[in-house]
């Protein structure tokens, strides 16, 4: 774990020598050296680092011999497996191309739309979103695909941008299947009719999510008869480890983000809502409504994923800014920062399997 504090500590060091607030060559700057960090870290780990590493390491050796017919895994996944075994036989550089997709979609995005470069790179890495894609590669590449798919979108709108985000949301789920669920939010945006009709604002939006998950939880067997009936792979997962109810981790999520729904309500009441801040505040909703959907059947939780990365790279830095008092504003983003900090301390060292990622090893 050693080596994660010493790149937060470089990366604050970073942040604090370059102020990336204080222009766009100094934020271009900071995300630049920033996503090197990261890669190189992301890239070069060992084939143990990572929950599921080695299951793609083990295909990845095989991807020329496997049987993509027959499959449990997307086509898309299997075949950019085999378009980069072409090139190089060496599972590192797949590691490392992996890791350059997800961690520079990220910086990307927060490149074009963070409030606060700093803090949005420090909450990636401790909200562990950055820890995933070391471990789910099929699924942080349909986020990342998905991630571009909605800058193109919420910046710049043209004819040509609108092609081709709608082309990256039908890639995504040949990634990961999962990523069709980011249909939702994606709908409401791309059509401007719809997006000028949402008439939300911050207390609305927590009222509703709080009445939407508690009825999903209470409804939990319609809601996952529907789950199957759209997605009857899923069923499979019923009998393994994914098929338990899981409380004490799940509670654990959904009171983390619910925490940041409802401080970032109460700082961003007082504004008109942004489009920018309604995708911020649809991500967190359906991020909390998904996790509470988890203490019943675990594996629901990874579609929560497919939302949570816009909670820290994005609705922090959002609230967070908004306070004009200087000091103020730095003792809200150390608090958000410090909490999150031991959230990822807390897991790394009681419940390290969720990720493993601990210890660390390069290759």
């Given at each position: 774990?050693?080596?994660?504090?010493?790149?937060?500590?470089?990366?604050?060091?970073?942040?604090?020598?370059?102020?990336?607030?204080?222009?766009?060559?100094?934020?271009?700057?900071?995300?630049?050296?920033?996503?090197?960090?990261?890669?190189?870290i992301s890239g070069l780990r060992d084939y143990s680092v990572g929950a599921d590493t080695e299951i793609y390491v083990s295909l990845f050796n095989s991807i020329d011999f496997y049987n993509?017919?027959?499959?449990?895994?997307?086509?898309?996944?299997?075949?950019?497996?085999?378009?980069?075994?072409?090139?190089?036989?060496?599972?590192?550089?797949?590691?490392?191309?992996?890791?350059?997709?997800?961690?520079?979609?990220?910086?990307?995005?927060?490149?074009?739309?963070?409030?606060?470069?700093?803090?949005?790179?420090?909450?990636?890495?401790?909200?562990?979103?950055?820890?995933?894609?070391?471990?789910?590669?099929?699924?942080?590449?349909?986020?990342?695909?998905?991630?571009?798919?909605?800058?193109?979108?919420?910046?710049?709108?043209?004819?040509?941008?609108?092609?081709?985000?709608?082309?990256?949301?039908?890639?995504?789920?040949?990634?990961?299947?999962?990523?069709?669920?980011?249909?939702?939010?994606?709908?409401?945006?791309?059509?401007?009719?719809?997006?000028?009709?949402?008439?939300?604002?911050?207390?609305?939006?927590?009222?509703?999510?709080?009445?939407?998950?508690?009825?999903?939880?209470?409804?939990?067997?319609?809601?996952?008869?529907?789950?199957?009936?759209?997605?009857?792979?899923?069923?499979?997962?019923?009998?393994?480890?994914?098929?338990?109810?899981?409380?004490?981790?799940?509670?654990?999520?959904?009171?983390?983000?619910?925490?940041?729904?409802?401080?970032?309500?109460?700082?961003?009441?007082?504004?008109?809502?942004?489009?920018?801040?309604?995708?911020?505040?649809?991500?967190?909703?359906?991020?909390?409504?998904?996790?509470?959907?988890?203490?019943?059947?675990?594996?629901?939780?990874?579609?929560?994923?497919?939302?949570?990365?816009?909670?820290?790279?994005?609705?922090?830095?959002?609230?967070?800014?908004?306070?004009?008092?200087?000091?103020?504003?730095?003792?809200?983003?150390?608090?958000?920062?410090?909490?999150?900090?031991?959230?990822?301390?807390?897991?790394?060292?009681?419940?390290?399997?969720?990720?493993?990622?601990?210890?660390?090893?390069?290759?």
């Amino acid at each position: 774990m050693l080596i994660y504090l010493v790149l937060i500590l470089i990366i604050l060091f970073l942040g604090i020598a370059i102020n990336p607030r204080r222009s766009r060559q100094r934020r271009k700057a900071f995300l630049f050296l920033s996503f090197l960090d990261l890669t190189v870290i992301s890239g070069l780990r060992d084939y143990s680092v990572g929950a599921d590493t080695e299951i793609y390491v083990s295909l990845f050796n095989s991807i020329d011999f496997y049987n993509m017919s027959s499959s449990r895994f997307e086509s898309g996944y299997l075949y950019f497996m085999k378009l980069v075994h072409r090139f190089s036989d060496n599972p590192t550089v797949f590691l490392f191309l992996c890791s350059i997709i997800c961690i520079g979609a990220a910086c990307h995005f927060i490149y074009v739309f963070s409030d606060d470069p700093l803090l949005s790179v420090l909450l990636y890495v401790v909200l562990k979103p950055y820890f995933f894609q070391m471990t789910g590669l099929r699924q942080a590449l349909a986020i990342s695909i998905n991630m571009m798919a909605f800058l193109l979108i919420l910046d710049k709108r043209t004819k040509r941008r609108s092609v081709l985000s709608l082309a990256l949301m039908f890639l995504a789920p040949q990634f990961h299947s999962v990523a069709y669920i980011s249909f939702i939010p994606y709908i409401l945006f791309f059509f401007p009719r719809i997006r000028n009709r949402l008439r939300m604002t911050p207390s609305s939006s927590l009222k509703w999510t709080i009445l939407i998950s508690a009825v999903a939880f209470l409804a939990f067997p319609f809601v996952l008869d529907l789950l199957f009936y759209i997605a009857p792979q899923y069923a499979l997962y019923l009998s393994g480890t994914w098929g338990d109810s899981n409380y004490f981790a799940s509670m654990f999520n959904t009171l983390i983000q619910m925490a940041f729904m409802v401080v970032g309500v109460i700082y961003l009441r007082r504004f008109e809502t942004t489009d920018l801040e309604k995708f911020a505040l649809i991500m967190l909703s359906m991020t909390i409504i998904s996790v509470t959907l988890s203490m019943r059947l675990e594996i629901i939780g990874r579609i929560s994923t497919e939302f949570s990365i816009y909670t820290g790279i994005l609705f922090a830095p959002m609230f967070t800014s908004v306070v004009e008092e200087p000091k103020n504003r730095l003792l809200l983003k150390s608090m958000v920062f410090l909490s999150s900090f031991a959230y990822m301390l807390v897991t790394f060292i009681f419940r390290p399997e969720w990720d493993g990622v601990v210890p660390y090893i390069f290759i």
